[in-house]
């Protein structure tokens, strides 16, 4: 549950600007994928438990493609936001006069 709120808040930056398209597709996939893959894993727990002869090759190897997706997709949200300093607006950098704004006794 946790997992998918953490995706769900990613999701809320859908329309935010970023530098270039690429950066924009990669946060808006990353945050589907982070947000999809605990609700899918959750359900196919739920209606598939596994049994000790079923742990196949090839489930656990499913399991862990996807894991090392979600852990990309985790990566590229914590580094893009780095990313996007690089192509601040000329506004995020004026100095604002804080004084002239807090009423003095």
């Known amino acids: 549950l946790v997992a998918?709120?953490?995706?769900a808040i990613h999701?809320?930056?859908?329309r935010t600007v970023f530098p270039s398209s690429i950066e924009?597709?990669?946060?808006?996939v990353s945050a589907l994928i982070v947000t999809a893959i605990p609700s899918l894993m959750a359900?196919?727990?739920?209606?598939?438990p596994p049994t000790p002869l079923e742990r196949t090759a090839l489930i656990e190897a499913l399991f862990l493609g996807t894991l090392l997706?979600?852990?990309?997709?985790?990566?590229?949200?914590i580094v893009?936001?780095?990313?996007?300093?690089?192509?601040?607006p000329p506004g995020a950098l004026m100095d604002i006069?804080?004084?002239?704004?807090?009423?003095?006794?």
């Open 4 to 7: 998918m709120i953490f995706g």
């Open 24 to 28: 924009m597709w990669l946060w808006r």
């Open 80 to 88: 893009l936001p780095f990313l996007t300093l690089r192509d601040l």
């Open 97 to 105: 006069n804080w004084t002239d704004d807090i009423p003095h006794v």
């Open 69 to 77: 997706l979600y852990i990309f997709c985790r990566v590229v949200l």
């Open 11 to 14: 999701c809320t930056a859908w």
């Open 43 to 48: 359900l196919v727990q739920v209606t598939h």
